[in-house]
């Protein structure tokens, strides 16, 4: 099967900062990536779309000058949380899935868990 | 837009017995896959089973099979001869043309001796 790595797993930042997740399909190209934030004992949420050589498609509700998305390859996309706040804490996901195969099949990274102190 | 819902927060089934988990979606479109994932512990999400709508078998994967009822919207997974690594959380999802998977809020399921 295929994989998708993430790093870093853990991060834990100061408020203010910002913070880089990066997301990796290991042995195929991704042409889209998708970003998901999960709260404990909740399901994801997708946040966003994520198209190599393009802007991202976000959610309503989702500021996308506070989670800046960067698709600058076919096998890397990255997520930065910018001026990080307490509320941004949360579990973090991508998901990638083949060019044609996006519908049938998306492969999970293993998820980065963000602590804004 | 699309739904997935999942009444059942939690259940619990004994080692080696049968359980069912209950997927209900809404949408329009005719042409998806409806999935159940399983979210272990340790977060990572893993696919459990696949059903492509244009099909009218039932997918099934070694002890795991699902009910889909097309015209009702309803997909349940059904878990045979569970085992203690069953446990976690189980996410029914639903993809369409746009390929966003959509989730439905969970249901944990606690293997028990």
């Known amino acids: 099967g295929a994989v998708v790595s993430q790093h870093p797993s853990w991060v834990i930042c100061k408020s203010g900062t910002s913070v880089k997740i990066e997301c990796r399909s290991l042995?195929?190209?991704?042409?889209?990536m998708f970003w998901y934030r999960q709260f404990p004992k909740q399901s994801l949420m997708l946040m966003a779309t994520?198209?190599?050589?393009?802007?991202?498609?976000?959610e309503q509700g989702v500021e996308k000058d506070k989670f800046l998305i960067n698709h600058a390859s076919l096998t890397l996309s990255t997520l930065t949380v910018t001026s990080a706040h307490p509320e941004d804490s949360s579990f973090y996901i991508c998901?990638?899935?083949?060019?044609?195969?996006?519908?049938?099949?998306?492969?999970f990274g293993p998820g980065t868990r963000l602590l804004v102190l | 837009a699309q739904t997935v819902t999942q009444s059942q927060p939690e259940m619990s089934v004994q080692e080696a017995e049968t359980v069912t988990l209950s997927c209900t979606y809404d949408?329009?479109?005719?042409?998806?896959?409806l999935f159940w994932y399983k979210q272990p512990p340790s977060r990572q999400m893993i696919l459990v089973i696949r059903?492509?709508?244009?099909?009218?078998q039932n997918a099934t994967e070694n002890r795991f099979s699902v009910n889909f009822q097309k015209a009702a919207k309803s997909f349940s997974l059904k878990i045979s001869d569970s085992q203690l690594g069953d446990t976690a959380m189980y996410f029914c999802?639903?993809?369409?043309?746009?390929?966003?998977?959509?989730f439905g809020t969970g249901t944990r399921l606690q293997v028990t001796l």
């Open positions: 042995d195929f190209q991704a042409t889209t």
């Open positions: 949408t329009s479109e005719s042409n998806y896959y």
């Open positions: 994520s198209n190599e050589g393009s802007k991202a498609t976000y």
């Open positions: 998901s990638a899935g083949r060019a044609g195969q996006l519908q049938e099949t998306q492969y």
């Open positions: 059903q492509e709508a244009y099909k009218q």
């Open positions: 999802a639903y993809t369409g043309t746009a390929s966003k998977l959509t």
